[in-house]
């Protein structure tokens, strides 16, 4: 079992930063393969990005390239997302999921899911 509990979630102004983390316990974390995605008012849950520590890679969605960084420190079991250049259109719901098969990960259908935290960017 994983569980994960997101956090660092706030209020800021357009071109601002935050950093969220998503705190995971359980058996094996650096086997899992980490993402996080978001879901605004009205809309369907999205992928955001992706850590794969089998495959030393990370995964972004085309929307936040270039301004959002997804890392992982096994030692504290966490992930982060570190978001930079927030825009309006960023404000939504922020969750963290794992998963040990990447592909059901990145396609929204990870095992474990942490309860959510709000990002709001104001213009």
């Known amino acids: 079992q994983v569980q994960l509990v997101e956090s660092g979630g706030g209020l800021v102004q357009a071109g601002g930063s935050l950093r969220l983390s998503c705190a995971a316990s359980g058996r094996t974390f650096s086997s899992y393969n980490m993402g996080w995605f978001r879901q605004a008012p009205g809309k369907e849950r999205d992928f955001v990005a992706a850590f794969s520590w089998s495959y030393g890679s990370t995964y972004y969605a085309d929307s936040v390239k270039g301004r959002f960084t997804i890392s992982r420190d096994n030692a504290k079991n966490t992930v982060y997302l570190q978001m930079n250049s927030l825009k309006p259109e960023d404000t939504a719901v922020y969750y963290c999921?794992?998963?040990?098969?990447?592909?059901?990960?990145?396609?929204?259908?990870?095992?474990?899911w942490g309860q959510g935290t709000q990002v709001t960017v104001s213009s």
């Open positions: 999921a794992a998963d040990s098969r990447l592909a059901r990960l990145r396609v929204g259908e990870g095992n474990y």
